[in-house]
């Protein structure tokens, strides 16, 4: 798997340097955020990406280093952007880790960094009833006991004769993401960021906060 992710990086940076200048995404909001500095992925030092404080972003490999790209921040997540490639990381302290498990755990100081890093996440919640919405309608999670939830889908008024479907599931929690399976056996992952769950699993990208 670390192998399969640093060729996938090497190759996306080896497309980056090549690019031509005014393909570097500079149509995306500029970034900031306290996050200005050097990331070295805690698996391979010589991976690193250097973020300034004006929303442009470097990666290098080796010490070669790619076209300017650019990223934003938006609470815990930082979108980073090489050519309309868009990767999105979650912060955790001096730490950021990618959604897409491409690049892995990136630090300030590389391993030595990820091991003094003082954690600024929340652990996810298990209480409660949480409300998303989309285009089909509206997912409600309701955490029932430990272990135990109950989902509910509530078709949009525009679906003829449709009606709301409960289904029972059980769920772990593995570090920020809850990982559901209900009773008609359909898996739901959901990530825990910026005080929401959040989730693709119904299509669309949904926000689940608390009702």
């Known amino acids: 798997m670390l192998v399969h992710r640093l060729i996938y990086a090497l190759l996306l940076m080896m497309w980056c340097f090549a690019c031509v200048v005014g393909c570097d995404g500079s149509d995306a909001a500029s970034g900031g955020g306290g996050i200005s500095g050097v990331y070295s992925s805690v698996e391979n030092d010589e991976l690193k990406f250097e973020f300034s404080a004006g929303g442009t972003v470097v990666a290098s490999m080796a010490g070669e280093k790619g076209q300017p790209g650019t990223y934003s921040v938006d609470g815990e997540k930082v979108i980073v952007d090489f050519s309309g ?3 999105i990381f979650i912060r955790d302290g001096d730490c950021m880790t990618d959604l897409q498990n491409m690049y892995g755990k990136m630090c300030k100081g590389g391993a030595a960094g990820a091991a ?69 056996s359909t898996p739901v992952v959901l990530k825990w960021v910026n005080g929401a769950y959040e989730s693709t699993a119904f299509g669309l990208p949904m926000k689940f906060t608390k009702k």
């Open 85 to 87: 490639q868009k990767t």
């Open 116 to 184: 003094a890093n003082v954690s600024t996440r929340t652990p996810p919640p298990t209480s409660g009833t949480w409300v998303a919405a989309n285009e089909d309608g509206a997912f409600t999670i309701e955490f029932v006991s430990a272990g135990k939830l109950a989902m509910t889908m509530t078709p949009s008024a525009a679906i003829p004769n449709a009606r709301p479907d409960t289904q029972d599931g059980t769920f772990t929690i593995e570090g920020d993401a809850l990982y559901v399976t209900l009773a008609n």
